[in-house]
């Protein structure tokens, strides 16, 4: 008899898995039910001004955002090729943070007003600095967690490429036709041993 695996056999949802759906839903009933508030309020004319501000600000930030970035990856290049900017010309502090910059913009684009208030907050730069450093504190974190998980970073590569998908280990010995010749158990003495399957 074949049937689904019993429910206790099942691996279980990641938290993510499960709540990113019913965030991304409650989300857009929000947005829904605050642009109808608004257009209750003040007018549909007025909801349309505010989607379309929202996204030719949205897309001045991203265009602004992008500048900064290729012209900090310009003078990078510069400095390593031996060249050097002008004076005055050095990357900026304003220039760091350009990823939640971009994201700011494109919150911004997006049709909504909390998400255009969660991009407008972006603009800002000590919150900018902020979820920089949060999200920084988090990345390490869980950088640290894997890593502890396998001992080192070349641990888990080993892991990976040593373990088949379907759990196998493969035993092997690379033989170089150019090395020299060995000296041993199984040099060139005689036949070697099979390999274990």
Partial sequence: MTGSPPPDARTPRSRARTLVPVGVAAWLVLEIWLL??????????????????????????IKRAGRRAFRTLTETLQRQQGTTPAPGEGPDRASTGNGFLMLGGLLLMIPGLVSDVAGLLLLLPPVRAAAGRYAERTLER????????YGSLGDAFQQARIHRPD???????????????????????????????
Avoid: C, F, H, T
Avoid at 142 to 149: E, I, K, Q
Avoid at 167 to 196: F, H, I, M, T
């Fill in 142 to 149: 869980r950088m640290r967690a894997a890593v502890s998980g």
């Fill in 167 to 197: 759990g196998k280990v493969v035993q092997g010995e690379v033989v170089r036709d150019d090395a020299p010749p060995r000296s041993g158990a199984y040099g060139d003495e005689g036949p070697r041993p099979p390999l274990n399957r």
């Fill in 36 to 61: 109808s508030l608004v257009a209750g309020a003040a007018g549909g004319l007025a909801v349309l001004v505010l989607l379309v501000a929202g996204g030719v600000l949205g897309a001045a930030v």
